[in-house]
């Protein structure tokens, strides 16, 4: 059993709207699923201007849940700069608004602006309080790419995992994983670094330190930081198996998914045991997402 913890889909409008966004469709989503044996996925809706003309609400992808209920897991999302770019949103109605509707998380988190930032530690208040887990995407202030910004040691990320310790962070993106690595570059932290990991990792002592963070297996950039290295890999799955969490990026039809044939062959070749692969697979998201 797998449940994904991190995919996008879009419900069109009108079909010639595939043309000018890059999403799946839910049906294109839920054939993806079934091919790579994957239960339950999580839908992420894209509020954030950075990343399409073409963006996605939350009550976009509640019908995608409603057409598909026993197969799609919805978070809600929002963007520290509503409400007239202010820091003293009231975000509790409309959390709790989504939460009765069934929303599991907040996310993906791709707003660009600063960590400690007054507008976005205001929200990640409000999404604490409400309980909601929040899965992010880390990127740089200076490479045009959209996320949430810090830099190369991601000291930022840890300022608010000490101010918010009941809020449950689901790490994701290039930026995020390459700190598995001691010795990371400068050059290297918003790519996919190559080649063996070397000891010193922020990442590591950022799990080692805080239990509030997760990894979203997802992505080239997640798959990446365990499939370079495969000792490592290895090793990281045994080591962190109760905050890891399974996940495709499933954003475009036909997509390649190294995931699931990497945790099946982990398992077969005896890399890890049943119990890690089923709390990495599944067992982490149901008990975070209150499944």
């Known amino acids: 059993m797998f449940i994904d913890i991190h995919t996008h889909t879009i419900m069109f409008n009108d079909p010639r709207q595939a043309q000018i966004s890059r999403w799946t469709s839910p049906e294109q989503l839920i054939a993806m699923l079934d091919e790579h044996e994957i239960d339950r996925a999580v839908v992420l809706p894209m509020v954030h201007h950075e990343l ?24 809600c ?61 880390v990127a740089s202030a200076d490479r045009g790419m959209y996320g949430v910004v810090d830099q190369i040691g991601l000291p930022k990320l840890e300022k608010v995992l000490k101010m918010f310790p009941k809020l449950q962070f689901i790490g994701h993106s290039m930026a995020f994983w390459s700190a598995v690595d001691g010795k990371v570059s400068e050059d290297e932290w918003m790519g996919y670094p190559k080649g063996p990991v070397h000891e010193g990792g922020r990442l590591i002592e950022l799990f080692r330190t805080y239990d509030n ?6 992505a080239g950039s997640g798959y990446n930081a365990f499939a370079r290295d495969p000792e490592f890999g290895f090793w990281m799955l045994n080591e962190f198996q109760d905050r890891l969490l399974f996940g495709t990026d499933i954003c475009v039809d ?30 982490n998201a149901t008990a975070l997402l209150g499944l």
Not at 64 to 72: E, G
Not at 100 to 114: F, S, T
Not at 254 to 275: F, T, V
Request: proline content about 6%.
């Open 52 to 75: 399409t003309t073409i963006i996605q609400s939350t009550e976009n992808a509640l019908d995608v849940a409603a057409k598909y209920p026993d197969r799609i897991i919805p978070f």
């Open 77 to 137: 999302n929002l963007d520290p700069r509503h409400h007239y770019n202010s820091a003293n949103v009231d975000y509790a109605p409309v959390l709790e608004h989504y939460k009765a509707l069934g929303c599991k998380g907040v996310g993906e988190m791709c707003a660009n602006v600063w960590w400690d930032d007054d507008r976005m530690l205001n929200m990640l208040g409000h999404i604490e309080k409400a309980g909601l887990p929040l899965l992010f995407h």
């Open 213 to 218: 963070l997760w990894g979203d297996f997802s």
């Open 254 to 283: 036909g997509q390649e998914l190294p995931q699931p044939g990497y945790m099946k062959q982990a398992l077969a070749d005896g890399k890890i045991s049943q119990e890690v692969f089923d709390k990495i697979a599944f067992e």
